[in-house]
């Protein structure tokens, strides 16, 4: 069975500062890896996703991650956080051309400090 | 990008009472949609597979007589929340793919809360 670990639960970053959050997935088949932010109250907004080639994918709002196949994960990075970067983010993994929902990591609650 | 649309946003009912979200693909057609259900401060659970044209497929644990699916058309598929009682509330929010074995990417929506009193 696919699952998605997020091992944060919460992250404290400094406006300014860089930001990275973790995701590991197990997945029996060739992968989909997704990650989605949600504000308080929100649906979800893709920010990116992968599928195959370049391992490393920009998305929006500054962010990008990076597909390890050799580590299973699909860390979130972006440079410089800004206040209004503030949410829940979920990395979600599916299956290629599969017909399935997606799994989503437990999330990982990004606060922000002035 | 493609757009899914749930309504009402909120719904406050009584327990007892049965409550019907919405979910639209507002610029595409979906064939699959489906519905997540969100409780506070937690991930998304996969509560069922909507099928246009068909029963719909539920996770193991989720009582399909409890929570009735049902995807009329190729633009719109209604979860209604039968007898609902407290431990109901929660944050549902619906997805769909465009096409049929495509990218694989969801387009969800706004999400629906639903308060039971």
């Known amino acids: 069975a696919q699952s998605v670990t997020q091992p944060d639960i919460h992250i404290t970053v400094s406006e300014g500062a860089s930001l990275e959050l973790r995701c590991n997935y197990s997945y029996g088949a060739t992968p989909y890896l997704f990650w989605y932010v949600q504000s308080p109250g929100q649906g979800l907004q893709l920010l990116l996703k992968y599928f195959s080639g370049d391992t490393l994918v920009q998305g929006i709002k500054g962010f990008e991650a990076e597909f390890k196949r050799s580590q299973s994960s699909f860390n979130l990075r972006k440079p410089s956080v800004h206040w209004s970067d503030a949410a829940e983010y979920f990395c979600?993994?599916?299956?290629?051309?599969?017909?399935?929902?997606?799994?989503f990591g437990k999330g990982t609650h990004l606060i922000i400090q002035p | 990008g493609a757009v899914v649309s749930q309504h009402p946003s909120r719904v406050i009912c009584k327990s007892g009472t049965s409550v019907k979200i919405e979910c639209r693909s507002l610029?595409?057609?979906?064939?699959?949609m489906f519905w997540y259900r969100q409780f506070p401060k937690q991930s998304l659970m996969l509560m069922a597979t909507?099928?246009?044209?068909?029963?719909?497929?539920?996770e193991q644990g989720v009582e399909k007589d409890k929570f009735l699916i049902n995807h009329a058309s190729l633009t719109l598929s209604t979860l209604t929340v039968t007898s609902a009682h407290p431990e109901d509330s929660s944050f549902y929010i619906c997805?769909?793919?465009?096409?049929?074995?495509?990218?694989?990417?969801?387009?969800f929506g706004e999400g629906s809360r639903l308060t039971v009193l």
């Open positions: 610029d595409f057609q979906a064939t699959t």
């Open positions: 997805s769909a793919r465009p096409g049929v074995g495509m990218s694989g990417e969801l387009f």
């Open positions: 979600a993994v599916g299956a290629v051309g599969g017909a399935d929902g997606l799994t």
């Open positions: 909507s099928n246009e044209g068909s029963k719909a497929t539920y």
